[in-house]
T-cell receptor
Framework: GAVVSQHPSWVICKSGTSVKIECRSL??????MFWYRQFPKQSLMLMAT?????????EQGVEKDKFLINHASLTLSTLTVTSAHPEDSSFYIC????????????FGQGTRLTVV | EDQVTQSPEALRLQEGESSSLNCSYT??????LFWYRQDPGKGPEFLFT???AGEEKEKERLKATLTKKESFLHITAPKPEDSATYLC????????????FGTGTRLQVTL
C-alpha cells in the first residue's frame, strides 16, 4: 500500500517550452501533496504544498508563475514548469499524505528534468 | 527556523560492521521525526516515524531511536544492499505538516 506514482521518470525538453509532471496516489486519497526539488548530493527542498481544490502554497523564493501546481482531485497533482530554462534542470519529487493522517508522507520515484 | 543536521556526511562500512547515523534537530515543538532511504535517481522510501523521546522502532537490520535533541539510525550487520542515502526529516506541530530535511548520510557497504 501507499504507492505514489510520478510520471514521467525523465524528460528532456528544449529551452522555452513547458513540461508537465504528474503525481498520483494509486491506493489512497491524499488531501495534501508536496513538490520538492533536489540538486545532486543535496537534500530535498520543498517548493510548494498543494491541497485538493485550493491554490498551492509556495515556499519563499519559488516563482509561482513559473512552477504551476494543480491539485484537481484527491489522487492527482501536477507540476508544470513553464518556459523552462537550463537552470530549471533538476530532480523533481512529489509526495502525498494520506487522507486522515497528519504525519507520514509517501514519495514518488522522481522526475529527472533536463532542459537543453 | 527548523534545522536538521545529519552526520556523518558519508560512511563506508564493511559487510557486517555495525554503526550508527546521527540526526540532530532543532524544532519548536516536534510532531514527528522521519527516516527515509533514498537510492540514486529514486524518490525517498519511508522507513520510520518517531513521535516522542525514548521511542524506538525496528525494521530488519535498522533501528531508530529518538531523544529530545537527536535521533540515531543504528544499522546492525549491514549488507551491500543497505547502501543508500539515509535522510532524516522533522515535522513541527501546528503547521501544514511540511517536512524539513537534513542533507543525508551516504552509506556504502562493501563486501
Amino acid at each position: 500500500g501507499a504507492v505514489v506514482s510520478q510520471h514521467p521518470s525523465w524528460v528532456i525538453c528544449k529551452s522555452g517550452t513547458s513540461v508537465k509532471i504528474e503525481c498520483r496516489s494509486l491506493d489512497f486519497q491524499a488531501t495534501t501533496m508536496f513538490w520538492y526539488r533536489q540538486f545532486p548530493k543535496q537534500s530535498l527542498m520543498l517548493m510548494a504544498t498543494s491541497n485538493e481544490g485550493s491554490k498551492a502554497t509556495y515556499e519563499q523564493g519559488v516563482e509561482k508563475d513559473k512552477f504551476l501546481i494543480n491539485h484537481a482531485s484527491l489522487t492527482l497533482s501536477t507540476l508544470t514548469v513553464t518556459s523552462a530554462h537550463p537552470e530549471d534542470s533538476s530532480f523533481y519529487i512529489c509526495s502525498a499524505r494520506p487522507l486522515g493522517t497528519g504525519t507520514e508522507a509517501f514519495f514518488g520515484q522522481g522526475t529527472r528534468l533536463t532542459v537543453v | 527556523e527548523d534545522q536538521v543536521t545529519q552526520s556523518p556526511e558519508a560512511l563506508r562500512l564493511q559487510e557486517g560492521e555495525s554503526s550508527s547515523l546521527n540526526c540532530s534537530y532543532t524544532v519548536s515543538g516536534l510532531r514527528g521525526l522521519f527516516w527515509y532511504r533514498q537510492d540514486p535517481g529514486k524518490g525517498p522510501e519511508f522507513l520510520f516515524t518517531l513521535y516522542s523521546a525514548g521511542e524506538e522502532k525496528e525494521k530488519e537490520r535498522l533501528k531508530a531511536t529518538l531523544t529530545k535533541k537527536e535521533s540515531f539510525l543504528h544499522i546492525t550487520a549491514p549488507k551491500p544492499e543497505d547502501s543508500a542515502t539515509y535522510l532524516c526529516a522533522v515535522q513541527r506541530t501546528g503547521t501544514a505538516s511540511k517536512l524539513t530535511f537534513g542533507t543525508g548520510t551516504r552509506l556504502q557497504v562493501t563486501l
